[in-house]
């Protein structure tokens, strides 16, 4: 009996310390599961600039800077061959050449806008499908924001500057009828302002916007901006643009050209994060929106963070358009580009296309910039990575959805 009562003892107490041993294991486990998790939330947290910076949105909400005198000084020539007013019979803001009488010019009744990668050139396409729809010589004829202006300064686009009257020779007048509705699909009109430090030295910000000029000369434009899903925005713009053969053979260290991978992308994300977080802090963010370092690929911004920041320029031309500027989501084109297209039309006041031959359009013409089979096969970005970046931009897209009235453009 003594026997047996010793050895109970001694099961019962083995028993208990292998207990004691699994539960310091699995308390091991679940600390580390823990610390993995505030360790991320800690990263969300510090990416969520809203969480740390009061006010953040302040300084992008009217009134906004529009001193066109520097726009006047720049072109001359605008002023000099507009005339005093349009003709009143065409749909697109025309007239007669002033030294050329029988000559018709005519400028775009309708722009659109967008970022890169949120799908304008489909979109474009599209659109001018319609047989009222003339535009020109291109898709992007970048007249405003860049041509007009010249990019010396920098040797790898050192575009020549080009006249007034040159864009609008290549909007072929020719083709114009009084029921013709010119399209001017510049998407970088959103947000390049490229350089404006060195354009515009002493000065704390960019004098006017691209909005400023557009509505100064024809305000009864009509305005169309496609956006996206911030961050599904960003991995695209990396993808395409760093692993783009024109580019990246030319650029193959500041791109990492055929180096594209979810870790890089992730790294860069980082790093630009950091960058914008400090800009912020010390500039605030309308400067910082527009700062040329946190735009321009070539340079030092490996991922373009700011493009994804949608509220930084669109309320911007809601203010100067209001009604006449319609905004578009990448995910609702894509899930019914018909219906999408049809209110683009009657927004455009165009005669209704039926909904056989936009869809037969459509099935024949495949989307334009696609993945390539080789950029798919690298997959999608990193899970943290996401995480990390839907934490940034949800500020944004929160003022987004607040300035449209609309919770769509929560992107969630």
Same mark, same amino acid.
């Given at each position: ?22 539960? !310091? ?34 300084? *992008? ?11 006047? @000084? ?31 010019? *005519? ?14 050139? /489909? ?7 319609? #047989?009222? !729809? ?44 009084? $029921? ?45 901006? !496609? ?17 783009? /053969? ?26 630009? !994060?950091?960058?914008? &977080? ?9 400067? *910082? ?25 669109? #309320? ?7 009604? @006449? ?11 019914? #580009? ?35 089979? /080789?950029?798919?096969?690298?997959? $999608? ?20 959805? &607040? ?10």
């Amino acid at each position: 009996m003594r026997f047996s009562l010793k050895s109970a003892i001694k099961a019962a107490v083995l028993l208990a310390l292998l207990i004691l041993i699994n539960i !310091i294991g699995r308390l091991q486990i679940d600390s580390s599961v823990w610390n993995s998790h505030v360790q991320l939330r800690y990263h969300q947290d510090s990416a969520n600039l809203s969480s740390d910076i009061p006010g953040l949105f302040e300084d *992008c909400k009217a009134p906004y800077p529009s001193n066109l005198s520097y726009f006047w @000084q720049e072109s001359p020539d605008i002023s000099e061959s507009l005339p005093e007013k349009y003709l009143e019979d065409y749909k697109s803001f025309c007239w007669f050449n002033k030294t050329n009488t029988t000559e018709l010019l *005519c400028l775009p009744r309708v722009y659109l806008g967008g970022f890169p990668k949120c799908g304008s050139a /489909d979109l474009f396409r599209k659109v001018s499908f319609h #047989p009222h !729809i003339e535009y020109g010589a291109c898709k992007e004829h970048r007249w405003w924001s860049r041509y007009r202006l010249q990019h010396d300064w920098r040797e790898h686009n050192s575009s020549v500057k080009q006249s007034f009257s040159h864009y609008l020779h290549q909007l072929h007048p020719q083709d114009i009828t009084k $029921d013709s509705v010119l399209f001017d699909s510049s998407a970088l009109l959103f947000w390049q302002y490229e350089f404006w430090e060195e354009r515009y030295a002493g000065l704390e910000e960019r004098p006017y916007s691209s909005a400023d000029v557009i509505h100064a000369i024809t305000p009864r434009a009509k305005i169309l901006v !496609i956006v996206r899903n911030p961050t599904e925005r960003l991995w695209s713009d990396y993808l395409f643009f760093h692993g783009h /053969d024109s580019i990246g053979k030319e650029y193959p260290v500041q791109l990492g050209y055929k180096n594209l991978s979810p870790e890089s992308f992730d790294k860069a994300v980082r790093n630009e !994060i950091s960058r914008f &977080r400090d800009c912020v802090t010390r500039k605030g963010l309308r400067k *910082c929106c527009f700062d040329t370092k946190h735009v321009d690929r070539y340079d030092t911004a490996v991922v373009t963070l700011t493009l994804g920041m949608y509220v930084c320029s669109i #309320p911007e031309w809601k203010e100067r358009f209001g009604d @006449q500027m319609r905004v578009i989501r990448l995910e609702d084109y894509s899930a019914d #580009p018909v219906g999408t297209l049809k209110s683009i039309h009657e927004f455009l006041d165009l005669p209704d296309m039926t909904k056989q031959v936009l869809e037969i359009y459509i099935k024949s013409h495949k989307r334009r910039n696609e993945r390539s089979k /080789d950029n798919k096969k690298l997959g $999608d970005m990193l899970g943290t990575t996401r995480q990390l970046l839907n934490s940034f931009y949800r500020p944004f897209n929160e003022e987004l959805a &607040r300035v449209m009235g609309d919770e769509r453009f929560l992107f969630e």
